[in-house]
């Protein structure tokens, strides 16, 4: 069972454009959700994150949108630079009933972006 | 720079054969987790760590063991490697009572 959705594979956009990076849940325990960029033969590195008290968070060029009714998020990346081509991962987190999770993060399957000059 | 190295960073094995992976981080993080990533797949939880000798199951434990015996060290271990084990493997760390977690290089693993 896929908790965390990245239906779209990959992703083509112009530089100096907008990307959309989109993500869907389905356990609503989750209240923490975050966006990794991964280079090749490297490790993911954080990029931005959101809780679901927020439904906005903004840091520079890149802003995450989450809709909590719709169990979505999504992430911006305006305006796009061919250093953004990357593999881009959603992954979320729920505290559980004792107020932990031990920190364990459900990742999606990941969108290939590629930004063209 | 969460400070974690992970060693080897790439190894080729046989089926059948015993393997471990180190990752070791610098800075006493309490918490500690091993993932591997596959294509179509993410990143998934094998076992994480919430302390010495504290660890528990992930997502995809099977055939694999864990040991942390001291704070700066978080073993994986293959105890007969298949070849369905083949994949990246990440090391990653908490810091503080954070959710974000700061990933290692990554080790390739080839099991042929």
């Known amino acids: 069972d896929q908790q965390v959705k990245q239906n779209s594979p990959s992703l083509s956009v112009q530089e100096g454009r907008i990307s959309i990076l989109n993500c869907d849940y389905t356990?609503?325990?989750?209240?923490?959700f975050l966006w990794y960029k991964k280079y090749p033969a490297e490790g993911p590195t954080f990029l931005i994150s959101?809780?679901?008290?927020?439904d906005k968070n903004e840091d520079g060029r890149f802003t995450v949108f989450l809709n909590k009714s719709a169990k979505h998020l999504s992430l911006h990346i305006v305006p796009s630079q061919p250093g953004d081509s990357a593999v881009y991962f959603c992954?979320?987190?729920?505290?559980?009933?004792?107020?932990?999770?031990?920190?364990?993060?459900?990742f999606g399957q990941g969108t290939i972006l590629t930004v063209h000059p | 720079d969460a400070g974690i190295t992970q060693s080897p960073r790439h190894k080729v094995t046989e089926t059948g054969t015993p393997v471990t992976l180190r990752c070791h981080q610098t800075?006493?993080?309490?918490?500690m987790y091993w993932y591997r990533q596959d294509p179509g797949h993410g990143l998934r939880l094998i076992h994480y760590?919430?302390?010495?000798?504290?660890?528990d199951k992930g997502e995809v434990s099977d055939g694999y063991s864990v040991s942390r015996s001291k704070t700066e060290d978080f073993l994986l271990t293959l105890e007969s490697a298949t070849s369905s084990q083949t994949s990246v493997y990440f090391c990653?760390?908490?810091?503080?009572?954070?959710?974000?977690?700061?990933f290692g290089p990554g080790t390739r693993l080839t099991v042929t």
């Open positions: 992954a979320a987190s729920a505290r559980g009933a004792g107020g932990t999770s031990y920190g364990k993060l459900t």
């Open positions: 356990n609503s325990m989750f209240d923490y």
């Open positions: 959101i809780s679901s008290i927020k």
């Open positions: 800075e006493n993080h309490r918490y």
């Open positions: 760590s919430y302390g010495v000798k504290d660890t």
């Open positions: 990653a760390i908490t810091i503080g009572g954070g959710y974000e977690q700061y």
